[in-house]
């Protein structure tokens, strides 16, 4: 399957020749030569223009408990088909330079289906991880991949340095996240020449992984996950859960908290008390309408670059498990939030 968008329409950039939007998948990163070593790369449209440097790039890390091979990079899929199904081009931002820029009417606007703005004209690149898995490798391979995953990143789009982005994570792919903007399993290199998120999406994320396992002390196959990951030392499993770590990093603006109470899979548990966590260490707690949103938001006119502060959002999420990615509109409804808490459009 590709994005629908590839079969559609398409558009030249004058400068480069250069047809867009352009799937990459594949594409090989770091040192370490596994077919899982790869990313899936997709840029919508060419870059915008100089005048417009407030587009950010998405990561999106899969889950699949560290070890389920049949799940992938691909799970960005939905996502994209969902954002970019729409025959249209995807419209050029207006120039804010002066006058001061508000998007037009958003209902003029509405290209794909949803109620709010159309964020696509926000979105530079789009790449989706793969990293190895276990029993293949252990606790820190997983998210030293994912950091060379996201240096690959900066050199070759400037991601992090030249263009904002956000990281998604689903699942461990949501405790992958966490980990690496906390630094947890980082060796000192990668974590001094890392770059940083402006806001995170973490669904359905595990953030305690020894209350991971004695919550569900029945069913053997979450320890099996975690012993499968991390090894049998409970104490490594202290250390490598997000729980432990500190999220005071500079750019961050967002944590979007998202999960289903519909999940069968991980306990509502690991989310609400990563919130509570987030609390702690000084974000402002925020409801967010989740995929409610229609609902909530319908004739409300947003703006980007509504963001106030450090905020952590608790966002309401439906259906089972891998619904939450596999929903492109779910998803397409995070993105859009966190777009519009932490886009600020800037004259250069
Ligand atoms: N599909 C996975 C199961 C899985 O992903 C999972 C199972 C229970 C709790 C969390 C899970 N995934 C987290 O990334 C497997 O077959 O191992």
């Given at each position: 399957m590709k994005p629908a968008a590839m079969a559609s329409t398409s558009e030249t950039s004058a400068a480069s020749n250069t047809t867009y939007p352009q799937y990459l998948p594949n594409v090989p990163y770091g040192s370490q030569k596994s077919p899982l070593n790869t990313l899936d790369i997709f840029l919508p449209h060419s870059s915008p223009p100089d005048h417009d440097k407030s587009a950010i790039w998405v990561l999106f890390i899969h889950g699949g408990a560290w070890r389920d091979p049949t799940q992938t990079s691909t799970e960005i899929l939905p996502l994209l088909n969902y954002l970019y199904k729409s025959p249209s081009s995807i419209p050029d931002l207006p120039n804010p330079c002066p006058p001061a820029p508000s998007l037009p009417d958003p209902a003029q606007r509405r290209t794909y289906e949803d109620d709010g703005v159309d964020i696509r004209p926000y979105i530079a690149g789009f790449a989706s991880l793969n990293y190895r898995l276990s029993p293949d490798v252990k606790h820190p391979e997983h998210i030293r991949d994912v950091s060379d995953a996201i240096a690959h990143l900066v050199r070759e789009y400037g991601v992090g340095r030249d263009v904002q982005f956000v990281l998604l994570g689903h699942s461990c792919g949501a405790t992958l996240a966490a980990q690496y903007v906390s630094g947890l399993g980082l060796d000192r290199a990668r974590q001094q020449d890392r770059v940083h998120p402006i806001a995170l999406g973490l669904l359905a994320g595990i953030f305690d992984l020894g209350a991971f396992v004695a919550r569900h002390a029945d069913s053997p196959v979450y320890r099996d996950i975690v012993e499968g990951a991390f090894g049998r030392d409970e104490r490594e499993w202290l250390e490598a859960s997000p729980m432990q770590g500190m999220y005071g990093w500079e750019e961050g603006k967002v944590v979007l908290v998202g999960w289903s109470r519909e999940d069968g899979l991980v306990?509502?548990?690991?989310?609400?008390?990563?919130?509570?966590?987030?609390?702690?260490?000084?974000?402002?707690?925020?409801?967010?309408?989740?995929?409610?949103?229609?609902?909530?938001?319908?004739?409300?006119?947003?703006?980007?670059?509504?963001?106030?502060?450090?905020?952590?959002?608790?966002?309401?999420?439906?259906?089972?498990?891998?619904?939450?990615?596999?929903?492109?509109?779910?998803l397409a409804?995070?993105?859009q939030e966190l777009v519009l808490r932490t886009v600020t459009r800037r004259c250069v």
């Open positions: 306990e509502d548990a690991q989310s609400e008390e990563f919130v509570e966590k987030l609390a702690r260490e000084q974000w402002a707690r925020k409801e967010g309408s989740g995929s409610k949103k229609i609902a909530h938001t319908e004739g409300k006119r947003r703006h980007v670059g509504e963001w106030v502060g450090r905020e952590v959002v608790s966002w309401p999420m439906e259906g089972e498990h891998d619904g939450l990615w596999g929903d492109g509109r779910q409804w995070v993105v």
